[in-house]
């Protein structure tokens, strides 16, 4: 079965071991997503895989083919379990590399720091052959970018300032893509044929209902997304005007 | 490309368009990969999809070839947008059919609550043919196996119930798995050689190295996880011998 390939789809690779073994709580996922639905692209799926060749290289061949942009994070730093560029390369068919522009970067950084730039370390300035560099700002040893995959440091802090400060510039703003929540004080079940029919009424627009469900807190979130303000402030009207009773919360 | 289908490894399928668009933090992901962790499985994928039938079909049938279990978390509601069991049974072609024992939950736990079980209700009782039921001891509806696929709710206190009350009883316990972590307050790229010559010399165990960067606190967390307890603090002895100037912190 094949998906097709949309215009503004993207796929987040998430690498490491320490996120599946339940160790370290993700929060590159939300960060890119967030970012991602500002610019107006389509998250349509995350891969989380452990520090293994096999699984990294299958999952970045899957993803980039089905969609326009894959952003990784993780298994860039100078330590044995940092095998994404080689992975990357082998994917790719292409040679890992020392990367001028990337030693240059390292030797100025351990330079100015008085730190030694050792072995280790200067694998971060091996990457794929004709791969572009991704600035980091907070510890300069860069990502990079191959076909349409842009490989990330999994570091947040580090991950964030490459993310905001280099690729959001050079990414095409696909079309905005508006969104509002409201919470409604009553249950799934009370609210579902309606909302169905709200759905089939208003194509336009992505209607999603989360339950929450914390007592006496019990009730449902509905989310609106599309590409018109005005289409998603018809439904939430019509939807607020059949339920003249109930509690209704306008979240930001 | 195959995977080795390995006796303990699990993998995890979130669905839901609104972890993919940043509007909610997953935790489902970690309170399950702790939980396998616990009870000595490996996760090794987790995929987060959207509320789509293509993109669900597809991961589902990856996912049960690749894996020995599957938890799939999210899409059992009863609104529009809740679709995972109509995909479970595409996926592995069963008919959804009304299921005697969840119609009977349903019954009398709306009863109880003197609750209309209207048509949107009902649906949660539509489970593939010959699934079985996972009990859910917060709101009834439950969530059902078939093949080596659970599929558990999205609520996290739903999903975590179903989990501990019914599913960890069922599940064959693997050979416990081990693991103890070190914070280093010194960079990477210092430690990355010998660390990397550590793990050759302990292929036994398992050594991850993720660096934490909150300036001024700058260093590394070691991850060690293996079968036997020994095998991990003689590594630690060690790694601390190695390190005698530095400071190191044993976390929990």
Same mark, same amino acid.
């Given at each position: 079965?094949? =998906? ?25 996922? @939300?960060?890119?997503?967030?970012? $991602? ?49 080689? $992975? ?15 030693? #240059? ?7 100015? =720091?008085?730190?030694?730039?050792? #072995? ?44 905001? #400060? ?18 409604i004080?009553k249950p799934e079940g009370d609210i579902a044929?309606?909302l169905?029919? =709200?759905?089939?009424? @208003? ?6 209902s989360y339950p929450f469900? @914390?007592?006496?807190?019990i009730g449902t979130t509905i ?16 939807? $607020? ?12």
């Amino acid at each position: 079965m094949k =998906l097709k390939k949309d215009f503004n789809t993207v796929a987040i690779l998430i690498i490491g071991n320490e996120i599946l073994s339940g160790k370290t709580q993700d929060s590159n996922l @939300n960060f890119i997503a967030k970012r $991602c639905n500002h610019l107006g692209y389509l998250v349509k799926e995350v891969r989380v895989v452990r520090d293994d060749e096999k699984q990294i290289i299958m999952a970045l061949k899957d993803l980039s083919k089905l969609y326009i942009h894959v952003f990784t994070t993780g298994g860039i730093g100078p330590t044995h379990d940092d095998i994404t560029a080689e $992975c990357v390369a082998k994917a790719f068919n292409r040679k890992l590399v020392l990367n001028k522009k990337a030693h #240059e970067l390292l030797i100025n950084h351990y330079k100015n =720091l008085k730190i030694e730039l050792n #072995e280790s370390r200067l694998k971060m300035a091996m990457v794929p052959a004709n791969a572009k560099l991704i600035k980091n700002s907070v510890s300069s040893a860069p990502g990079f970018k191959i076909k349409n995959v842009w490989v990330l440091a999994g570091v947040p802090k580090i991950m964030q300032a490459m993310f905001l #400060e280099d690729i959001e510039p050079k990414l095409n703003k696909g079309k905005k893509i508006f969104s509002k929540s409201i919470k409604i004080f009553k249950p799934e079940g009370d609210i579902a044929k309606f909302l169905s029919e =709200l759905q089939i009424d @208003n194509k336009n627009i992505d209607i999603g209902s989360y339950p929450f469900y @914390n007592p006496p807190n019990i009730g449902t979130t509905i989310i609106f997304r599309g590409y018109e303000n005005n289409n998603i402030n018809n439904a939430i009207k019509l939807l $607020c005007k059949h339920l003249t009773k109930a509690k209704i919360q306008f979240l930001k």
